[in-house]
C-alpha cells in the first residue's frame, strides 16, 4: 500500500508489494522492492535500492545506499551514501540454508538499527549486529559487533561513548554560522 500523499520520481522503481507512508518521498532510479516498509516522512535518494527492509518515520536513505531483507530500522534515523547492511552470514553463490522468505516476514532480524542513529557513509554493519539509539557510526567504517545506545563506532573498530562536545556539536544549529560560532568556542576551550 502506498499512501496518497506519498511522492514516487516516475524514474523511480516501486513494486506493488511495498508500504509507503505518508509524506514519504522517493527519487529518481530508486529501487524499492520486495516487501520494503518506509514508515511517513521518509526521503529515499537517488540510486538507493532497498529490497526488503523495514524502516520507521523520518529516516533518510543516501545516494546508492544499499539493504535486502532482515533490517528492522527505527525512528529518525540517517543512512549515509554507499551504506551497505549485510544479511547473509556465509555469503556464497548459491543460497542453500538462506530464507529470504524468514527474513521478510521478520522471522530473521540480522541488523537492527535504533531511533535516531546515524550510518555515515560508505560504512557497513554485518549480520547480527544492534546499532543503539542515537549512536552514529563513522564514514568508511566496518561494524562488526554492537553498538550501544549514544556511541560513536570509529573507523579502527573502536567504541566511544558521545562525549558533551560530540553531543553540541550534532545538536548546534545547522546553518553555516552555527557552524562557525561552534569552531570559534572549540578554539576558545
Known sequence: ?????AQIHPLAFVDDSVRIGAGTTIHQFASVTR?????????????????????????RIGINAAMGPGFVIGNDVFIGPLVCLANDY????????????DLRDGKVICV????????SMNSS??????????????????????????????RDGRIRPIHRELRRMRD????FDGWIEFSAQRKRA
Open 35 to 59: 516487501g520494503t516498509v518506509l514508515g511517513k516522512d521518509c526521503s529515499v535518494a537517488p540510486g538507493a535500492c532497498l529490497d526488503g527492509p523495514r524502516f520507521g518515520d523520518g529516516c
Open 125 to 154: 554493519v554485518l549480520p547480527g549486529v544492534q546499532i543503539g539509539a542515537r549512536s552514529m557510526v563513522a564514514a568508511h567504517a566496518c561494524v562488526d559487533k554492537d553498538l550501544p545506545d549514544d556511541h560513536l563506532f570509529c
Open 90 to 101: 556465509w555469503p556464497r553463490a548459491h543460497k542453500d540454508g538462506f530464507d529470504y522468505d
Open 1 to 5: 500500500m502506498i499512501h496518497h500523499s
Open 172 to 175: 548546534c544549529d545547522r546553518s
Open 112 to 119: 537492527a538499527i535504533d531511533d535516531g542513529a546515524s550510518l
